[in-house]
């Protein structure tokens, strides 16, 4: 049964940093790339950063520069550093991966939200 525990979310002023981590088990974590997605409230979802299976990392332009995510296979755990935040950066932040199944799995999501 593939499951994600996301933690890190919270209240932040602007220009303060947070980090995101997404706990995977139920499947071969380092066999997989690793997603991390955001919703605003009255937006669609965003794509927001990736880390391949080999470490590759690519990032919505949105927060390039901002936001750094990594993976440690040995501990089946993906983060998501974020610095410089913003208001526009406000959301529930959901971890995801896709199986060579085509299946796709989502984290309960952690709610972010930068606030003065």
């Known amino acids: 049964q593939v499951q994600f525990v996301e933690s890190g979310g919270g209240l932040v002023q602007p220009g303060g940093s947070l980090r995101l981590s997404c706990v995977a088990s139920?499947?071969?974590?380092?066999?997989?790339?690793m997603k991390w997605y955001r919703q605003a409230p009255g937006k669609g979802r965003e794509l927001v950063a990736v880390?391949?299976?080999?470490?590759?990392?690519n990032y919505a332009d949105s927060v390039k520069g901002r936001f750094t995510i990594s993976r440690d296979n040995a501990k089946n755990t993906m983060t998501l550093q974020m610095s410089s935040l913003t208001p526009e950066d406000t959301a529930v932040y959901s971890c995801?991966?896709?199986?060579?199944?085509?299946?796709?799995?989502w984290g309960q999501g952690t709610q972010v939200t930068v606030s003065s």
């Open positions: 880390v391949t299976s080999d470490g590759r990392t």
């Open positions: 139920g499947f071969v974590f380092s066999l997989y790339a």
């Open positions: 995801a991966t896709e199986l060579f199944s085509g299946n796709v799995y």
